[in-house]
Nanobody, 121 residues
Framework: QVEVVESGGGLVQAGGSLRLSCAAS????????MAWHRQAPGKQRELVAS???????NYADSVKGRFTISRDNAKNTVYLEMTSLKPEDTGVYYC???????????????WGQGIQVTVSS
């Protein structure tokens, strides 16, 4: 079994910064893509940023130049550095990891429980 846990959310003023972390643990052989998604109140969940196992990154247009995704493969952890935060960045942020399980070598998609980020104006 694999567990994915986010941390680092909270309340910040517009223009401020936050760093989210997401650690995967359990029966892990390797992790391919990792990503951050977010869901604002009344809106659909959207991709914020993703990173491949080799470090190739992809960002939503709305966060380019402000957010940076990175990962530490030794720790099975992905980070999201968020700067110049805007009220429209408010939402629940979810971590997703494409995990190759240790015993079966099959890949499954795991999600964290989500963490709240609130940006006040």
């Amino acid at each position: 079994q694999v567990e994915v846990v986010e941390s680092g959310g909270g309340l910040v003023q517009a223009g401020g910064s936050l760093r989210l972390s997401c650690a995967a643990s359990g029966s892990i052989f390797s992790i391919n893509d990792m990503a951050w998604h977010r869901q604002a109140p009344g809106k659909q969940r959207e991709l914020v940023a993703s990173i491949t196992g080799r470090g190739r990154t992809n960002y939503a247009d709305s966060v380019k130049g402000r957010f940076t995704i990175s990962r530490d493969n030794a720790k099975n952890t992905v980070y999201l550095e968020m700067t110049s935060l805007k009220p429209e960045d408010t939402g629940v942020y979810y971590c997703n990891a494409e995990v190759v399980e240790l015993r079966t070598h099959l890949q499954y998609s795991y999600w964290g429980q989500g963490i709240q980020v609130t940006v006040s104006s």
